[in-house]
């Protein structure tokens, strides 16, 4: 063969592993409302940077007339290239190529991928679309994706892992993304689940859609499984980039510094301005301009038992229009997510005083604890603003393991050795200040606004433990529970007492938050905290 013919084809062989399960095929994932493997990658990287590895590995089974439908690539893309300019691995499934199948092939080319991002230290970014294990290859199959999940886990907290969920993800494919960092799905085109609807049918004789077993926004409010949910996959993908840039490639750096002059370079600007992102905040006043704390006495009423919405206090906290938030419609009572105080990522834990009162329920246990130890992993310091009231009460919350996931907060702020901050805001009471990453669980610095009120309870509680006899044995007992009440107030419902103790290194004015924390993560910087010699620890799941 001559050089022409030579050339002539490769370029064949390339065009028709490009062309996947072939046009046919590729209309129908259009019809769907869906993007093919390439395109997505297209979206997701910079511009003609991504390199594709493997291109022609095929399957080399012939049963059930696979030969037949044998596709280069097999049904599934993979690579590397940049993003925002910085290096990135991914897989995107092909769901053109006999369903996008996971077989022994399939599976060899994302688990090569695996090993390379975790030798080059760079994120991983597998996008799923697939009908499952590739019946046709039995046992490879499985063995396919038990190379995955080791290699998922192995990666775990060496690497950011992002898994993208863009069609059918059924059966043991749910577990490399439920492994992954993050996940994040698209409305009426994400579908998870470990069982189908015709196998719930049969053995439990349960009737259900495909959407109310595993859709979007079922992952989304109740299972908590995914993290991000968009309307279409332009945004989703989008959206991966934009979380990216708060990540570091690995364990051993830092996220990118990302100011104001350099973020209108990049190309996380771009993905900004398609969220609407980049836009000033409301000012109440000239003040404001200078100091968007000073607002924060109008935002937040003096009166405790008022709500408000945490997430305003987080946008005058931060770097205007840099909160990111994570898991938005799960656990609604806690708000995490990233954000970034003078171009540096860090993560912000809060209560929501106007979901159920800002109190800490199983759900939002979890959803804090795995998010403090994603912040631990990859040195993004740690923010918490306090504004709870307790633990949510109840036989609901005990029967379903209070106990056992509270101790997950518990124990990941204990564990985490990045610089952690925390405000108290208004209430800080029991058990639940004492998790919200209190002085003595290892915060570094500890401030409060002088509304805070710090104690074992709130005055009304207080007053019917610790007053009982002397109310009882009063003339006039709801006068004296008045008076009980307030001497409470006065001698412990206020941050000086806590002050006084150490547990509190400064009582602050609100409007003067952000300078606080901008300082203390400037001085925290250096931290370097060794922990205890041993194998790992044994997180109460």
């Given at each position: 063969?001559n050089?022409?013919?030579?050339?002539?084809?490769?370029d064949?062989?390339?065009?028709?592993a490009?062309?996947?399960?072939?046009?046919?095929?590729?209309d129908k994932?259009h019809?769907?409302?869906?993007l093919?493997?390439?395109?997505?990658?297209?979206?997701?990287?910079d511009?003609?940077?991504?390199?594709?590895?493997?291109?022609?590995?095929?399957s080399?089974?012939?049963?059930f007339?696979?030969?037949?439908?044998?596709v280069?690539?097999d049904?599934?893309?993979?690579?590397?290239?940049?993003?925002?300019?910085?290096?990135?691995?991914?897989?995107?499934?092909?769901?053109?190529?006999?369903g996008?199948?996971?077989?022994?092939?399939?599976?060899?080319?994302?688990?090569?991928?695996?090993?390379m991002?975790?030798?080059?230290?760079?994120?991983?970014?597998c996008?799923?679309?697939?009908?499952g294990?590739?019946?046709?290859?039995?046992i490879?199959?499985l063995?396919g994706?038990?190379?995955?999940f080791?290699?998922?886990?192995?990666?775990?907290?060496?690497i950011?892992?992002i898994?993208?969920i863009?069609?059918?993800?059924?059966?043991?494919?749910?577990?490399?993304?439920?492994?992954?960092?993050?996940?994040?799905?698209?409305?009426?085109?994400?579908?998870?689940?470990?069982?189908?609807?015709?196998?719930?049918?049969?053995?439990?004789?349960?009737?259900?859609?495909?959407?109310?077993?595993?859709?979007?926004?079922?992952?989304?409010?109740?299972?908590g499984?995914?993290?991000f949910?968009f309307?279409?996959?332009?945004?989703?993908l989008m959206?991966?980039?934009?979380?990216?840039?708060?990540?570091?490639?690995?364990?051993?750096?830092?996220a990118?510094?990302?100011?104001?002059?350099?973020?209108?370079?990049?190309a996380?600007?771009?993905?900004?301005?398609v969220?609407?992102k980049?836009?000033?905040?409301?000012?109440?006043?000239?003040?404001?301009?200078?100091?968007?704390?000073?607002?924060?006495?109008d935002?937040?009423?003096?009166n405790?038992?008022?709500?408000?919405?945490?997430?305003?206090?987080?946008?005058?906290i931060a770097?205007?229009?840099?909160?990111f938030?994570?898991?938005?419609?799960?656990?609604?009572?806690?708000?995490?997510?990233?954000?970034?105080?003078?171009?540096?990522?860090?993560?912000?834990?809060?209560?929501?005083p106007?979901?159920?009162c800002?109190?800490?329920?199983?759900?939002?246990?979890?959803?804090?604890?795995?998010f403090i130890?994603f912040?631990?992993?990859?040195n993004?310091p740690l923010?918490?603003?306090v504004?709870?009231?307790?633990?949510l009460p109840?036989?609901?919350?005990?029967?379903?393991?209070?106990?056992?996931?509270?101790?997950?907060?518990?124990y990941?702020?204990?564990?985490?050795?990045?610089?952690?901050?925390?405000?108290i805001?208004?209430?800080?009471?029991?058990?639940?200040y004492?998790a919200?990453?209190s002085?003595e669980?290892?915060?570094?610095?500890?401030?409060?606004?002088?509304?805070?009120e710090?104690?074992?309870?709130?005055?009304?509680g207080a007053?019917?433990?610790?007053?009982?006899?002397?109310?009882?044995?009063?003339?006039?007992p709801?006068?004296?529970?008045?008076?009980?009440?307030?001497?409470?107030?006065?001698?412990?419902l206020?941050?000086?007492?806590?002050?006084?103790?150490?547990?509190?290194?400064?009582?602050?004015?609100?409007?003067?938050?952000?300078?606080?924390?901008k300082?203390?993560l400037?001085?925290?910087?250096?931290?370097?905290?060794e922990?205890?010699q041993?194998?790992?620890?044994?997180?109460?799941?």
């Amino acid at each position: 063969m001559n050089w022409e013919q030579a050339l002539l084809d490769l370029d064949e062989r390339r065009g028709k592993a490009a062309l996947g399960g072939g046009q046919l095929k590729i209309d129908k994932q259009h019809a769907q409302g869906k993007l093919t493997a390439r395109e997505r990658l297209e979206i997701l990287f910079d511009k003609g940077t991504f390199v594709e590895v493997d291109g022609f590995v095929e399957s080399r089974i012939n049963d059930f007339d696979l030969d037949k439908r044998r596709v280069p690539g097999d049904g599934v893309v993979t690579g590397y290239g940049e993003i925002d300019g910085r290096l990135v691995f991914a897989a995107s499934e092909d769901f053109t190529v006999i369903g996008g199948t996971l077989g022994e092939y399939h599976s060899f080319k994302i688990t090569r991928i695996q090993d390379m991002a975790m030798e080059m230290k760079a994120p991983l970014i597998c996008i799923n679309d697939s009908g499952g294990a590739r019946i046709e290859e039995g046992i490879s199959s499985l063995s396919g994706y038990s190379g995955m999940f080791l290699r998922h886990t192995k990666a775990s907290g060496m690497i950011p892992q992002i898994a993208v969920i863009l069609g059918p993800c059924s059966g043991g494919a749910c577990y490399a993304p439920a492994i992954c960092d993050f996940i994040f799905m698209v409305k009426d085109t994400s579908k998870m689940f470990i069982t189908g609807p015709n196998v719930v049918k049969t053995v439990i004789n349960e009737e259900v859609s495909v959407e109310e077993l595993g859709g979007a926004q079922v992952h989304a409010k109740k299972s908590g499984v995914s993290h991000f949910t968009f309307a279409t996959e332009g945004e989703c993908l989008m959206a991966v980039r934009k979380l990216l840039t708060y990540l570091p490639g690995s364990y051993l750096e830092k996220a990118p510094v990302i100011n104001r002059e350099t973020h209108k370079e990049s190309a996380g600007f771009s993905v900004n301005k398609v969220f609407e992102k980049i836009k000033l905040r409301k000012r109440h006043s000239e003040k404001d301009v200078e100091n968007p704390c000073a607002c924060l006495t109008d935002m937040v009423p003096d009166n405790s038992r008022i709500a408000y919405d945490v997430k305003k206090v987080i946008g005058c906290i931060a770097d205007e229009g840099s909160f990111f938030e994570v898991q938005k419609e799960f656990a609604p009572n806690i708000v995490v997510g990233f954000a970034r105080m003078d171009g540096e990522s860090v993560g912000f834990v809060a209560n929501q005083p106007n979901q159920m009162c800002g109190s800490l329920d199983y759900h939002a246990s979890d959803k804090m604890a795995r998010f403090i130890r994603f912040c631990d992993c990859f040195n993004i310091p740690l923010i918490t603003l306090v504004d709870v009231p307790a633990f949510l009460p109840g036989t609901a919350q005990e029967h379903n393991g209070i106990i056992r996931h509270g101790a997950k907060v518990l124990y990941a702020y204990s564990e985490a050795t990045v610089p952690k901050i925390t405000l108290i805001m208004r209430k800080a009471y029991g058990g639940a200040y004492i998790a919200m990453n209190s002085k003595e669980m290892g915060a570094d610095m500890v401030f409060a606004w002088p509304i805070a009120e710090i104690a074992v309870m709130g005055a009304d509680g207080a007053v019917n433990i610790a007053f009982k006899r002397k109310i009882k044995a009063s003339a006039d007992p709801e006068a004296m529970r008045a008076q009980c009440k307030k001497e409470y107030e006065e001698r412990f419902l206020n941050p000086y007492v806590a002050a006084s103790r150490g547990y509190v290194n400064e009582v602050i004015k609100p409007e003067e938050s952000r300078e606080k924390i901008k300082h203390a993560l400037k001085m925290l910087r250096t931290k370097k905290a060794e922990q205890p010699q041993k194998k790992h620890g044994n997180i109460p799941l």
